[in-house]
């Protein structure tokens, strides 16, 4: 039989390439529900898939924000279970925290933190019931240290580092198991579509000059990383399978491969101010101190 895996945020991205990479394995191992947001961006993952794994495939709508949503996409798993749950939708938001209306900010955790949570919620008594299962979720190395312009993100991020982690200790005893995979800069749609609504961003103005050039020296940065660090989608996908095929997975994957010598240094000096300065000095080396 094959494995019944869910995935959100499939239109575009990491959610993208693992659900094409599951649908056309070469074993035909899984029954890939790749479910989005809006349909009617479908068309991207149809034409990776060439339309040649009609029993391997089923692309459906679901919102991560919306129960009700979930709960149809979950009525429309024909084989009543979920092997595999992979929470992976996810936005980011930058930007001078002053300027970040109370709507983006409530936006931001409703996808990324209780989206996640909320999706997890709706199918884990299926997994109890089934006593197995695996939850796989799309983690950021901002969910293990902060990042200067991303309170929000980072602040989600970090949030599912704790509810997974509670999770994991519990659900070890349901043969569950839960995994992050922790991801740097990854080549998508992500880093393009935040930069895309902050530039049209009136509200940006109301930040002061000191801030809005540190902003702009970060924006620098982040580009610079992207361009040289950032992973392809592929190398991301890898890191989910070994999850995937491991009989006994690891609570946390780093996509780089070793642990980034950034969070060791929060773990080594917990003080913090080792990992303030290091990581200031990293963004804003030539800026006036
Ligand atoms: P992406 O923007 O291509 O993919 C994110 C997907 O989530 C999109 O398809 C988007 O439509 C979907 N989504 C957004 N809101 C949704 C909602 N309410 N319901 C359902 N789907 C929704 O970018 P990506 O890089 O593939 O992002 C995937 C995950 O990876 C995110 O959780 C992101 O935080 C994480 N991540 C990305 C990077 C990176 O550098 N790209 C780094 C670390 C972690």
């Known amino acids: 039989d094959k494995k019944v895996v869910l995935i959100t945020g499939c239109s575009s991205g990491i959610g993208l390439s693992l659900a094409v ?4 394995d070469p074993n035909r191992e899984y029954k890939v529900y790749a479910t989005m947001r809006n349909l009617a ?4 993952l149809l034409e990776c898939v060439k339309g040649l794994h009609k029993d391997t495939l089923e692309i459906l709508q679901m919102d991560v924000t919306d129960q009700q949503s979930i709960l149809n996409a979950k009525e429309m798993v024909v084989e009543e279970q979920v092997d595999i749950l992979v929470c ?15 709507d983006s900010m409530r936006q931001i955790l409703d996808v990324n933190l209780l989206g996640t949570i ?19 979720v799309t983690g950021s190395t901002g969910g293990l240290h902060g990042l200067p312009f991303n309170e929000l993100y980072c602040a989600s991020k970090f949030a599912i580092e704790g509810a997974c982690e509670s999770m994991a200790v519990l659900l070890q005893h ?7 995979i922790e991801c740097g800069p990854v080549n998508t749609d ?6 895309k609504s902050e530039l049209g961003d009136m ?3 109301q930040a002061d000059t000191r801030t809005l050039s540190l902003y702009e020296k970060y924006l620098q940065h982040c580009g610079f990383v992207f361009q040289n660090a950032a992973q392809d989608t592929e190398d991301i996908v890898k890191v989910f399978l070994d999850a995937i095929q491991s009989s006994n997975p690891s609570f946390r994957y780093f996509t780089c491969g070793d642990i980034p010598p950034l969070i060791k240094l929060k773990i080594t000096e917990p003080d913090g101010s080792a990992y303030i300065s290091a990581m200031s000095k990293i963004i804003f080396s030539d800026a006036d101190q």
């Not at 961006?41 to 991207?44: D, G, L, Q, Y």
């Not at 909320?118 to 796989?136: D, S, V, W």
Request: net charge positive; charged share 15%; glycine share 10%.
């Open 88 to 102: 992976n939708a996810g936005v980011g938001l930058m930007g001078p925290l002053e300027v970040q209306s109370l």
């Open 174 to 180: 349901f043969n569950i198991h839960v995994s992050l």
């Open 21 to 24: 990479r599951l649908a056309s």
């Open 41 to 44: 961006k479908k068309e991207r």
């Open 118 to 136: 909320q999706t997890i919620q709706a199918f884990l008594p299926g997994m109890k019931a089934q006593g197995q299962g695996r939850i796989l």
């Open 203 to 205: 509200s940006l103005q």
């Open 190 to 195: 992500f880093l393009v579509n935040l930069q």
